[in-house]
Each structure stands twice: as structure tokens, then as C-alpha cells.
């Protein structure tokens, strides 16, 4: 039912969004974070996440794995909060940011216009896997993100920023 309510929302919202401005998605950005940060054991993997975040599993997986970015946000995370619910509000936050980031994008470069703003939402969120995941898959969609934005800087013949973005 939830995920009925944001579709619902998340179209009808940018359906009457003026410009594409980051400002513009805050609504947007806190219902996402609350969804996908608010998830309570979903997936067979948050489990496990909250063992690495108390420290019950070893961490350094992810830095045999050469997942250094994961490896030392959850160093940084688990030494400044508690609970371990914090893992995946600020993941699914700076996953959403990314999103939106990459929907400024293409607008910029007018793969996407204003005016069908809400159907891209729509597909995003009625046909898309990457809204409805469990934690492996919040991990590698910043890889996709990520890897989206940077072809659009090679699209703007800008290589040292699309270079900078596969990088992180």
C-alpha cells in the first residue's frame, strides 16, 4: 500500500513541479528516505547489514572486496551513531540525491523536459527495480547511478568529470 501512496504521490508532485531544481525535490527526497530508510528486516540481507554496522561480522570484507567507499562510510557510521537503522536512511538518502542528480542531468542536456517529468517518475517507480530493493542492490545502484551520470558527462564531452564519477 505504501508504494501505491509514493507513486501516487511522487507523479502527481512532479506533475506540478515548476522547474527541475534539486530545492524542488526535497518532498520527494524525504518520502523516498522514509520508505526506503524506514524498512524494518526486509530483504535477506538487513540482517546481516546490522551485523556489520554493530560490529558482530567483520567489516573488512568490503575492504578485501575493494568496496572502499562502503567499507569506510560504515567505519565512520557505526562510530558516530547507535542504532543501525541509520545504515539505510543515510544510504537510501544519498542514493535518492543521486537519482535526482542524474534527473537534473538530463534535463540539462534535454534528454528529459519539464512537461514529462511525471512519466519518467512513473516508469521509474511503476516498472523500475531499483526503488524496491534490499541492501546489495541499494550498493550497486549507486554503482548505476553513478555510472549514468558519468556517460552524460562523456555526452558533454566533459571526460575529467565522467573520469572523477566512476572513480567514486
Same mark, same amino acid.
Given at each position: 500500500?505504501?508504494?501505491?501512496?509514493? $507513486? &501516487?504521490?511522487? *507523479?502527481?508532485?512532479?506533475? @506540478?513541479?515548476?522547474? =527541475? %531544481?534539486?530545492?524542488?525535490?526535497?518532498?520527494? !527526497?524525504?518520502?523516498?528516505?522514509?520508505?526506503?530508510?524506514?524498512?524494518?528486516?526486509?530483504?535477506?540481507?538487513?540482517?546481516?547489514?546490522?551485523?556489520?554496522?554493530?560490529?558482530?561480522?567483520?567489516?573488512?570484507?568490503?575492504?578485501?572486496?575493494?568496496?572502499?567507499?562502503?567499507?569506510?562510510?560504515?567505519?565512520?557510521?557505526?562510530?558516530?551513531?547507535?542504532?543501525?537503522?541509520?545504515?539505510?536512511? $543515510? &544510504?537510501?538518502? *544519498?542514493?535518492?540525491?543521486? @537519482?535526482?542528480?542524474? =534527473? %537534473?542531468?538530463?534535463?540539462?542536456?534535454?534528454? !528529459?523536459?519539464?512537461?514529462?517529468?511525471?512519466?519518467?517518475?512513473?516508469?521509474?517507480?511503476?516498472?523500475?527495480?531499483?526503488?524496491?530493493?534490499?541492501?546489495?542492490?541499494?550498493?550497486?545502484?549507486?554503482?548505476?547511478?553513478?555510472?549514468?551520470?558519468?556517460?552524460?558527462?562523456?555526452?558533454?564531452?566533459?571526460?575529467?568529470?565522467?573520469?572523477?564519477?566512476?572513480?567514486?
Amino acid at each position: 500500500m505504501v508504494y501505491i501512496l509514493n $507513486l &501516487i504521490f511522487t *507523479v502527481g508532485y512532479s506533475f @506540478f513541479v515548476k522547474k =527541475i %531544481k534539486i530545492l524542488y525535490f526535497i518532498p520527494i !527526497l524525504s518520502v523516498w528516505i522514509i520508505i526506503l530508510g524506514g524498512q524494518y528486516e526486509v530483504g535477506t540481507d538487513y540482517n546481516n547489514y546490522l551485523k556489520f554496522f554493530y560490529g558482530i561480522r567483520d567489516i573488512r570484507l568490503f575492504f578485501l572486496q575493494k568496496e572502499y567507499i562502503f567499507y569506510y562510510f560504515m567505519k565512520i557510521i557505526s562510530n558516530i551513531f547507535s542504532n543501525g537503522q541509520v545504515l539505510f536512511v $543515510l &544510504i537510501s538518502g *544519498v542514493e535518492s540525491f543521486i @537519482f535526482i542528480i542524474f =534527473i %537534473k542531468k538530463c534535463e540539462q542536456l534535454k534528454f !528529459l523536459k519539464k512537461e514529462n517529468l511525471f512519466i519518467f517518475m512513473f516508469l521509474y517507480l511503476g516498472y523500475g527495480t531499483l526503488f524496491y530493493n534490499q541492501m546489495n542492490t541499494l550498493r550497486q545502484s549507486f554503482n548505476v547511478y553513478l555510472f549514468s551520470i558519468s556517460v552524460l558527462y562523456i555526452l558533454q564531452k566533459k571526460i575529467k568529470f565522467s573520469f572523477l564519477v566512476n572513480i567514486i
